[in-house]
Nanobody, 124 residues
Framework: EVQLVESGGGLVQAGGSLRLSCAAA????????IGWFRQAPGKEREGVSC????????YYADSVKGRFTISSDNAKNTVYLQMNSLKPEDTAVYYC?????????????????WGKGILVTVSS
């Protein structure tokens, strides 16, 4: 069964940190670009970050650049999103997705698989 399972979300105060994990199963993890989207209440979904399967290049939305870091552990079929200096505007449901490539953008394109999402709440 193909699965992308997010974990590590929760409630944190502004300025704090969280690390999200995206664990993959049932497909060739290292053949896909893996990335994160988020959707805040009342807002459109936006791409946050992406890591390329071809060369490990990473891409970030301007709103998180310098604060978030995406990384991959292929041995564990897991992608991480380290989120530091969190702000209330980072509050959203975060989704992991696997797609064909990042194409230099902060999210994968040609998405084949989605996680169910995990809530991150940053209090002021």
């Amino acid at each position: 069964e193909v699965q992308l399972v997010e974990s590590g979300g929760g409630l944190v105060q502004a300025g704090g940190s969280l690390r999200l994990s995206c664990a993959a199963a049932g497909f060739s993890f290292d053949a896909y670009a893996i990335g994160w989207f988020r959707q805040a209440p009342g807002k459109e979904r936006e791409g946050v970050s992406c890591i390329s399967s071809s060369d490990g290049s990473t891409y970030y939305a301007d709103s998180v650049k310098g604060r978030f870091t995406i990384s991959s552990d292929n041995a564990k079929n897991t992608v991480y999103l380290q989120m530091n200096s969190l702000k209330p505007e980072d509050t959203a449901v975060y989704y992991c997705a696997a797609g064909y490539d990042c194409y230099d953008r902060p999210h994968p394109y040609g998405i084949n698989y989605w996680g169910k999402g995990i809530l991150v709440t940053v209090s002021s």
